[in-house]
C-alpha cells in the first residue's frame, strides 16, 4: 500500500499529536528568571554546532506560541508533546519555583486546553540546569533527587491541567551523546564511563514517578527511544556485537524499568558487579525504578547496523554500519518504516504483560524544504514518511500491540542540536530570520488524515 490508498481505521479514542522541545523552540534564553541550561553553554561554544547558530532565540516560541497554538488547532490535533525547561522553574537546578517561569506553561497550558488539545509535558528534553552540571550532572547520583524535587514543583502549579507527563526524553542519547562521546551538551567524553548518566536518570525518573503521583492524577511516562538492530553478517562475532548494542540501546532503559533489572554486560547487574557498581545501584534503586508507569513513549527514527568491531581491542564492543538500500533523509538516515512494526512487536514479545500501553512520542523526517513564492512549501518525501510510518503503525495494532497514539516531530522546523538549523523536521516551515511561520504540504496532509478520523 502506498500513499495513494487511504490510511486504514485506527482503534477509537487514539490520539494524534505532534512534538516538541523546549530549547529547541522556545528562545527567550534570558526571559522572566530562566536561569542558564547546559544547551545554553554548549552551543556558545565554538565548533560544537555545525552552522555556528543557537537556541537563543530559535523559533522564538516564547513569545509567539498563541500562534503556534493557532497551528495546532488548525491541524486538529488532539494532544501536544511540549517539555517544559527545568531551568525556567529552577534557575540554579533547586531551590523554590520561579513563577514567572511556572507562568510560560500556565499560559501555555491553558491556551491549548481553550482548542481543545491535550497538554502533554516531558519534564526534562536535554537542557539541564548549568548549576547542577557545574556539580557533576547526571554523573551525580544527587542530580536524581534534584530531578523529583522539580517534578513535584513543576506538577504542584500544572498537575490538574496536564494529561499525561513524561519524565525524560531519551535518557540513551542523553547519556550516548552528552556524556559518551560529546557531541551533545554537556560534550564530555567519556565513553562507557557514561553509564552512570543512565542509573542516575533512571534513579530520577523513579523518584519523580513517585512526585507525580502525589500531585496528579494523570497517567505517567517516560519517552525512550529504540532502534532495531540488524546483524550486518552472520558470524558468531557480528551476532553477538548486535546484541551488545541491542542491550546498549533498546535494554538499558528498559528492562529495569519494567522490573527485569539492568542487562548483563554494562556493569550494573550485581552478577558482575565490581565495588564500584555496588555503590552505584544501591539496595532498593531498582524498586525505585520499577514504578509501574501507565504509559511507554516510543521515539523511533530508523534501524541500526551493527557489525563485529574491526579492532577486538578498541573501546567499543561493536561497530555501526550505515544500513543500505532504503531511501535516506536530508540526515542521511534510512528510511524503513518497518522498522517499527518490528520494533512494537518485538516490545510485546520482549516484556509481555508487563508492557503498557504505548504512546508513539515521536516519528519523523528530515528534508530540505524550502518555501516557494507561489506554491507554499511542498515536502512530499515527508508525506510518504509519515504515511508509510502510520501503515506500520496500524499492522503492529492488528497484531495486537496496544499503541494508544501517534505524535509527529516536529510541530515546527526548529533548533536540531548539534546539526543547529540546518536539519527541518517540521510540519510548520520556520524562517529564522523573519520568524515567518509556512505550513508545509505535510500539514495539510496530516490535517485532512485527523479530520477524516
Ligand atoms: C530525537 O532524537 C530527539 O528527541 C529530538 O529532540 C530530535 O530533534 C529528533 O529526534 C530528531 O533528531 O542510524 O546512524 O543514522 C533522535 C535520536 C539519534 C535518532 C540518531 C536517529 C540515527 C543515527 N536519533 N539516530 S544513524
Not at 524503513?336 to 518485538?346: A, D, I, K, M, Y
Amino acid at each position: 500500500m502506498s500513499p495513494g490508498t487511504p490510511l486504514p481505521a485506527f482503534p477509537p479514542g487514539f490520539t494524534w499529536g505532534v512534538a516538541t522541545s523546549s530549547y529547541q523552540i522556545e528562545g527567550g534564553v534570558d526571559a522572566d528568571g530562566r536561569g542558564r541550561s547546559i544547551w545554553d553553554t554548549f552551543a556558545h561554544q565554538p565548533g560544537r554546532i555545525i552552522d555556528g547558530t543557537t537556541g537563543d532565540v530559535a523559533c522564538d516560541h516564547y513569545h509567539r506560541y498563541a500562534e503556534d497554538v493557532a497551528l495546532m488547532a488548525g491541524l486538529g490535533i488532539g494532544a501536544y508533546r511540549f517539555s517544559i525547561a527545568w531551568p525556567r522553574i529552577q534557575p540554579a537546578g533547586t531551590g523554590p519555583a520561579e513563577p514567572a517561569g511556572l507562568d510560560f506553561y500556565d499560559r501555555l497550558v491553558d491556551a491549548l486546553l481553550e482548542r481543545d488539545v491535550d497538554p502533554v509535558a516531558t519534564l526534562f528534553h536535554w537542557d539541564l540546569p548549568q548549576a547542577l552540571e557545574d556539580v557533576g550532572g547526571w554523573l551525580n547520583r544527587d542530580t536524581a533527587h534534584r530531578f523529583a524535587d522539580y517534578a513535584e514543583l513543576a506538577a504542584g502549579r500544572l498537575g490538574d491541567r496536564v494529561k499525561l507527563w513524561l519524565t525524560l526524553n531519551e535518557p540513551f542519547i542523553h547519556m550516548t551523546l552528552g556524556y559518551g562521546t560529546g557531541e551533545h551538551a554537556p560534550g564530555r567524553t567519556l565513553l562507557f564511563g557514561a553509564v552512570p548518566a543512565a542509573h542516575h536518570q533512571l534513579l530520577g525518573h523513579g523518584l519523580a514517578v513517585a512526585a507525580l503521583r502525589a500531585r496528579t492524577g494523570s497517567p505517567v511516562g517516560i519517552a525512550n527511544n529504540y532502534s532495531p538492530v540488524r546483524p550486518q553478517g552472520t558470524g558468531e562475532a557480528d551476532l553477538a556485537a548486535a546484541a551488545a548494542y541491542d542491550a546498549l540501546h533498546n535494554r538499558l532503559f528498559t528492562d529495569p524499568l519494567l522490573g527485569r533489572g539492568y542487562p548483563v554486560g554494562l556493569g550494573l547487574d550485581p552478577a558482575e558487579a565490581g565495588a564500584g557498581a555496588a555503590d552505584l545501584v544501591r539496595d532498593g534503586d531498582l524498586a525505585v525504578i520499577a514504578a509501574p508507569i501507565d504509559v511507554l513513549g516510543v521515539n523511533y527514527y530508523n534501524p541500526t547496523g551493527i557489525a563485529a568491531p574491526a579492532e577486538p581491542d578498541g573501546p567499543l564492543p561493536f561497530e555501526m554500519v550505515p544500513l543500505t538500500g532504503y531511501p535516506r533523509t536530508a540526515f542521511d538516515w534510512p528510511v524503513v518504516p518497518e522498522g517499527l512494526h518490528e520494533l512494537l512487536t518485538t516490545l510485546r514479545d520482549r516484556y509481555g504483560a508487563d508492557l503498557p500501553p504505548i504512546q508513539i512520542t515521536e516519528n519523523g523526517c528530515a528534508y530540505d524544504d524550502t518555501v516557494a513564492a507561489d506554491d507554499g512549501c511542498a515536502d512530499p518525501e515527508r508525506i510518504a514518511y509519515l504515511d508509510g510510518h502510520l501503515r506500520a503503525v496500524h499492522r503492529a495494532v492488528a497484531d495486537g500491540v496496544d499503541v494508544r497514539g501517534y505524535f509527529v516531530w516536529s510541530l515546527l522546523d526548529n533548533f536540531e542540536w548539534a546539526e543547529g538549523q540546518t536539519k527541518r523536521f517540521g510540519l510548520v516551515h520556520v524562517d529564522f530570520d523573519s520568524q515567518v511561520r509556512t505550513p508545509k504540504s505535510s500539514y495539510a496532509w496530516y490535517r485532512d488524515l485527523i479530520s477524516r478520523r
